[in-house]
Nanobody, 118 residues
Framework: QVQLVESGGGLVQPGGSLRLSCAAS????????MSWYRQAPGKERELVATSTSSSRTADYADSVKGRFTISRDNAKNTLYLQMISLKPEDTAVYYCNAFDRSLLIQYWGQGTQVTVSS
């Protein structure tokens, strides 16, 4: 059974850090384009960061460049999002996404809440 399970969210003060994890099962994320999305209350889901299957390139939304880093551990079949210098506007539910460009298959995790507040 294919699953993506996010963890690591929580409440953090402005300027703080968090590391999100996304554990994949039922498939190998090494062959997928892996991304993090987020959705704030009343807003559309937006792409935060993407890592290609080769892991040689990563793309980020302008709002998180220089603060967020996407990475993957293929041996652990896990995707990460390191977030530093967090801002209140980073508050959202963060979702992990796996996309196979050749098969046009994608999977979503259930999301993890990140709240940045003093």
């Amino acid at each position: 059974q294919v699953q993506l399970v996010e963890s690591g969210g929580g409440l953090v003060q402005p300027g703080g850090s968090l590391r999100l994890s996304c554990a994949a099962s039922g498939f190998s994320l090494s062959t997928y384009t892996m991304s993090w999305y987020r959705q704030a209350p009343g807003k559309e889901r937006e792409l935060v960061a993407t890592s290609t299957s080769s892991s040689r390139t990563a793309d980020y939304a302008d709002s998180v460049k220089g603060r967020f880093t996407i990475s993957r551990d293929n041996a652990k079949n896990t995707l990460y999002l390191q977030m530093i210098s967090l801002k209140p506007e980073d508050t959202a539910v963060y979702y992990c996404n796996a996309f196979d460009r050749s098969l046009l298959i994608q999977y979503w995790g259930q999301g993890t809440q990140v709240t940045v507040s003093s």
